[in-house]
């Protein structure tokens, strides 16, 4: 199959299938958009935190009472969930806000990480995130080897770590939490790689027939994805770091 969203089909006969008359988006395509969405997702997460943590209302506002972080906590697990099981009924233009409405709630809670560490520390956390990322997604989207098979061993990882967390909230075992820290590096790192060849399947695998609103939908669930990586990967390597400084 090539790598291509078909839009606005004719029938080949040569091909014995339906081709793109007007336009086709490859692969290369597509990722450059979810890549966009996603930058564009960071440095709204980014501005956002920044900015809160820089006023003094918004943390009275956020810190100051324990039912706000629960309120923004379920906004954005509703977010994301809207926009993942709701890709297809949603149209382009609603899914690119919600997935940047969800980054901006985001950048309220993860401004947290500025009282437990150094800016020293969050920087380089990102830049080593930003190098891992990088090379796990290019690995990804190049690689011949099928990583389909990943899929359910990393999210039965992803359930047991999330299991585990919430057990040591209660034991705070300080080994145990290491392990943990270690393990979601490694989960992650895991889910770049295959998130983008997910992407890669999702784009050569569409046969869209007139709707050229498709590669939008692929780049925002992809970018949501990705972002998704890309903020637990640095979460996780931020531990390991500050971790290691104490």
Avoid: H
């Avoid at 706000?68 to 994301?80: D, K, T």
């Avoid at 901006?104 to 437990?116: D, E, P």
């Avoid at 705070?172 to 979601?184: H, L, P, R």
């Avoid at 972002?227 to 390991?240: G, M, V």
């Amino acid at each position: 199959m090539k790598d291509y969203i078909e839009i606005n089909d004719n029938y080949d006969r040569g091909e014995g299938r339906y081709v793109s008359s007007s336009r086709s988006i490859g692969f290369s395509g597509v990722m450059s958009r979810v890549y966009l969405w996603m930058t564009a997702a960071l440095l709204l997460t980014a501005a956002s935190a920044y900015l809160t943590i820089s006023s003094p209302t918004m943390l009275q506002l956020i810190y100051g009472n324990s039912a706000a972080i629960w309120v923004l906590c379920i906004a954005e697990l509703a977010l994301v969930m809207g926009v993942s099981w709701g890709i297809n009924r949603l149209s382009p233009t609603m899914a690119t806000a919600l997935f940047l409405l969800y980054s901006v709630l985001n950048g309220l809670t993860l401004s947290s990480i500025f009282f437990a560490y150094s800016t020293g520390t969050i920087y380089q956390a990102f830049a080593a995130s930003a190098l891992t990322f990088g090379a796990m997604s290019l690995f990804g989207a190049t690689t011949k080897r099928d990583l389909s098979g990943l899929g359910g061993i990393l999210l039965m990882a992803l359930i047991g770590l999330i299991i585990a967390s919430v057990i040591n909230i209660f034991w705070a075992n300080s080994t145990f939490d290491v392990i943990i820290t270690y393990v979601g590096v490694f989960i992650f790192v895991g889910l770049t790689a295959y998130d983008t060849q997910k992407i890669k399947a999702m784009s050569e695998a569409a046969e869209v027939y007139g709707d050229a609103a498709a590669p939008r939908r692929v780049a925002i669930l992809g970018a949501l994805s990705l972002y998704l990586d890309f903020i637990n990967l640095f979460l996780y390597i931020l531990r390991l770091m500050g971790r290691s400084r104490d």
